[in-house]
């Protein structure tokens, strides 16, 4: 059996919970739910949805590299939103950091998330 590996850097929020920023199971990366947070304060990058969405998406890419990876390698995002109707910019800014073939995908509308976060992404990376 496959011994789980913690997967933590300091280039990423540090976790505001009882997790870890990622796991690794063999070559399979569990990436933790990300929000907007700045590494260094811990605090939203904005209350804008645009700066959250890029944010959250520079916090997964810091995971997959300190986890061997990179954002290509992510094979599944799950994407939470506080208002489903910003989903084609989701889109339009997957288009900016993936290329294809994308990843498979869920998006889904949520009432709430932490700290009054608008968008939330998890991840599995193989590497």
Same mark, same amino acid.
Do not use: W
């Given at each position: 059996?496959?011994?789980?590996? +913690?997967?933590?850097?300091? /280039?990423? &929020?540090? #976790? %505001?919970?009882?997790? /870890?920023?990622?796991?690794? +199971?063999? /070559?399979?990366?569990?990436?933790?739910?990300?929000?907007?947070?700045?590494?260094?304060?811990?605090?939203?990058?904005?209350?804008?949805?645009?700066?959250?969405?890029?944010?959250?998406?520079?916090?997964?890419?810091?995971?997959?590299?300190?986890?061997?990876?990179?954002?290509?390698?992510?094979?599944?995002?799950?994407?939470?939103?506080?208002? %489903?109707?910003?989903? #084609?910019?989701?889109?339009?800014?997957?288009?900016?950091?993936?290329?294809? &073939?994308? &990843?498979?995908?869920?998006?889904?509308?949520?009432?709430?998330? &932490?700290?009054?976060?608008?968008?939330?992404?998890?991840? +599995?990376?193989?590497?």
């Amino acid at each position: 059996m496959n011994e789980k590996q +913690i997967i933590l850097t300091k /280039n990423a &929020p540090a #976790p %505001i919970g009882t997790y /870890n920023q990622a796991i690794a +199971i063999g /070559n399979t990366v569990y990436i933790s739910g990300q929000i907007a947070l700045d590494k260094t304060t811990q605090q939203l990058c904005s209350d804008d949805i645009h700066a959250q969405i890029h944010k959250v998406i520079e916090n997964l890419s810091a995971i997959c590299v300190a986890a061997g990876g990179s954002l290509a390698s992510i094979v599944k995002l799950s994407v939470y939103l506080v208002n %489903i109707q910003h989903a #084609p910019l989701i889109n339009e800014l997957m288009a900016v950091y993936f290329s294809e &073939p994308y &990843p498979a995908r869920v998006m889904l509308e949520v009432s709430a998330l &932490p700290r009054g976060a608008l968008v939330e992404i998890e991840a +599995i990376m193989i590497k």
